[in-house]
């Protein structure tokens, strides 16, 4: 029954590293910073492994014009729940094996008191392919001591679903920040993001079982889930960062509040304390806690659901329901620690480390066993020219 569920495998892509540098000739440039970055995500229990190698530039053309590149390409294997209740006659977890690449390019301006930026963005996995777009603009005020930043985004994603046509999804995101020095220790921001995605918004690797009678003998039966065919959402996230001479040291908190109309209601603290030592080693010890309701249509089983027989290839009509333990109530902790040392004024080196711990929470949790557990690590090469 789980046969559709797998992701197919991947050969492996042409490595990114020949268009690592742009055809501008650094010479012609005023000024280039580059930095490179390789990273690991490691779910405990054998489940997910991704592996991640970064690519990021800046070219300072001139002292109003810069342009930005990054590229990636992210390797993932393991193996994640599929929706079907642990111990059951259907599999609980899913093999998948994927490539992603991807590179961003962005042109920033100055225009006066205004720098705007124009960003493309292109990605594409087996199954999955995003092109983007945006434009945004950072306006500079009361002598540069306040920032008024906005922007639009929109992103057209391309899903090869296996046994049927491709399916499109749209989104579109507005946003709106706020950036104030309060004195020559202290900042305070704030930022607002309305989002809305339309199309094909389901998971089609995720599944939710029912219990079935057929010919009177009793069987558990799989069926995609059915997420509705639109999202709208807001994010707030207000963020304060003071430095203190004493100590040479800076906190950094971020508060970020979450809503849509799935019923998700999301929230999140983030610290950051960046420890300067010996003049060229950089410590950062950071803590992050998040927590979100469960999405009005999640169900652990469709036996919960007054639904008839569910469609093949669900569009978001009808019923909605979704086994998904992302969308379930839930709460997430991590702790690391990030080091940063500087060789000379112009290159340095960078390490982190960080332990993910995810758990139900709420009164609407998915099994104990789709939670994972997880450990990052990433290290880190920056120049600048």
Do not use: C
Not at 41 to 60: A, H, L, N, Q
Not at 353 to 367: F, I, R, T
């Amino acid at each position: 029954m789980a046969s559709f569920f797998k992701k197919p495998g991947m050969r492996t892509p042409i490595t990114l590293a020949p268009f690592l540098l742009p055809s501008l000739s650094i010479s012609a440039a005023e000024a280039f910073k580059f930095d490179t970055s390789y990273q690991t995500y490691d779910e405990s229990g054998g489940r997910m492994f991704i592996e991640s190698y970064y690519y990021r530039g800046e070219m300072f053309l001139s002292e109003e014009t810069s342009l930005r590149f990054q590229l990636l390409r992210d390797a993932i294997t393991g193996s994640t729940p599929i929706g079907a209740l642990p111990g059951g006659t259907q599999p609980f977890l899913t093999e998948i094996e994927d490539v992603r690449q991807g590179v961003l390019a962005a042109l920033s301006q100055q225009i006066g008191d205004h720098r705007v930026e124009l960003e493309l963005s292109h990605s594409r996995e087996s199954d999955y392919l995003s092109q983007g777009i945006s434009l945004s603009d950072k306006w500079e005020l009361n002598q540069k001591n306040t920032t008024v930043s906005f922007g639009l985004n929109y992103l057209n994603d391309t899903i090869v679903v296996i046994g049927t046509d491709d399916q499109n999804k749209k989104s579109y995101d507005v946003f709106l920040g706020l950036s104030q020095l309060l004195d020559k220790n202290t900042v305070l921001s704030a930022n607002l993001t309305l989002g809305y995605a339309e199309g094909y918004l389901n998971d089609q690797y995720k599944a939710i079982q029912r219990d079935e009678l057929v010919f009177g003998i009793p069987v558990t039966n799989l069926y995609r889930e059915n997420r509705p065919s639109s999202r709208l959402r807001g994010v707030l996230q207000l963020q304060g960062t003071h430095y203190f001479e004493k100590t040479n040291s800076a906190l950094d908190a971020v508060v970020r509040l979450s809503q849509d109309d799935y019923g998700v209601f999301s929230q999140s603290l983030q610290l950051e304390w960046r420890q300067e030592l010996f003049s060229r080693l950089e410590i950062t010890p950071f803590f992050r806690y998040y927590q979100q309701s469960a999405a009005d249509f999640f169900h652990n089983t469709l036996n919960e659901v007054n639904v008839g027989t569910p469609q093949d290839y669900p569009d978001g009509t009808g019923p909605n329901y979704s086994a998904d333990y992302r969308l379930s109530s839930m709460a997430t902790m991590s702790l690391g620690l990030k080091a940063r040392f500087r060789i000379t004024e112009n290159i340095s080196l960078s390490a982190a480390y960080e332990h993910y711990d995810m758990s139900g929470s709420g009164g609407n949790q998915a099994p104990a066993a789709a939670y994972p557990t997880a450990n990052m690590w990433t290290f880190g090469a920056h120049f600048q020219f």
